[in-house]
């Protein structure tokens, strides 16, 4: 099982950015997809962006597209690039990853989830 570890939140004022950092060790990185899920207080969690296998196909939530953009550095480590961030961004952000692309990006059931980090942003 991979071990997640995120890093990169904090305060931003809307319209401002942030990058996110998860990342992985104890396994084959190569191996696994990866997925950010976000957790607003009082709200379930949900599926943010997905990346494939080896650095494969990106995925987007409807409500992140052309604002944020997900990347790996091939090597140990996932990141999320956050634009444009609006109030309602505001959540716990996770990482999860899965040997399985469709497991880690449609579901929360991935097998390996982060301890998440606090982004906040103020109107």
């Known amino acids: 099982q991979v071990q997640l570890e995120e890093s990169g939140g904090g305060l931003v004022q809307a319209g401002g950015s942030l990058r996110l950092s998860c990342a992985a060790s104890?396994?084959?990185?190569?191996?696994?997809?990866m997925a950010w899920f976000r957790q607003a207080p009082g709200k379930e969690r949900e599926f943010v962006a997905a990346?494939?296998?080896?650095?494969?196909?990106t995925f987007y939530a409807d409500s992140v597209k052309g604002r944020f953009t997900i990347s790996t550095n091939y090597k140990n480590t996932v990141y999320l690039q956050m634009n444009s961030l609006k109030p309602e961004d505001t959540a716990v952000y996770y990482c999860?990853?899965?040997?399985?692309?469709?497991?880690?990006?449609?579901?929360?059931?991935?097998?390996?989830w982060g301890q998440g980090t606090q982004v906040t942003v103020s109107s």
């Open positions: 999860a990853a899965d040997l399985n692309i469709e497991v880690v990006r449609t579901t929360t059931r991935a097998t390996s």
């Open positions: 104890g396994v084959t990185f190569s191996r696994y997809a």
């Open positions: 990346i494939g296998i080896n650095g494969g196909n």
